[in-house]
Nanobody, 126 residues
Framework: QVQLVESGGGLVQAGGSLRLSCAAS????????MGWFRQAPGKEREFVAQ????????YYADSVKGRFTISRDTAKNTVYLQMNNLKAEDTAVYYC???????????????????WGQGTQVTVSS
């Protein structure tokens, strides 16, 4: 069973930065990709970013391109989301997700991720 534990959320002013971390319990070679998603109040959960565990190929939502950076540290079994120039509309619960069964390097749909963390709240004040 894979466990994902997010941390790093909090309250920040608009224009500020936060770095989210997601520590994964399973050995790295079992992961195909890791992703970040977010869900704002009253809205559906949406894709934020994805990184291939071996390929390091990344994908971003248009709304965060140029501001957010996803990365991973295989030695620490951890994926990060560096968030800069935060905006009020970035306020949401952020979830980490892991996929272990897909093939290829394409961007994955939410349903492709088998494991999810509990989420961490990010609040951006304007």
């Amino acid at each position: 069973q894979v466990q994902l534990v997010e941390s790093g959320g909090g309250l920040v002013q608009a224009g500020g930065s936060l770095r989210l971390s997601c520590a994964a319990s399973m050995r790295t070679f079992n992961y195909r990709a890791m992703g970040w998603f977010r869900q704002a109040p009253g809205k559906e959960r949406e894709f934020v970013a994805q990184i291939g565990w071996s390929s390091t190929i990344t994908y971003y939502a248009d709304s965060v391109k140029g501001r957010f950076t996803i990365s991973r540290d295989t030695a620490k079994n951890t994926v990060y989301l560096q968030m800069n120039n935060l905006k009020a509309e970035d306020t949401a619960v952020y979830y980490c997700a892991a996929d272990t069964t897909s093939t290829g390097t394409s961007k994955l749909a939410q349903r492709s991720y088998e494991y999810w963390g509990q989420g961490t709240q990010v609040t951006v004040s304007s």
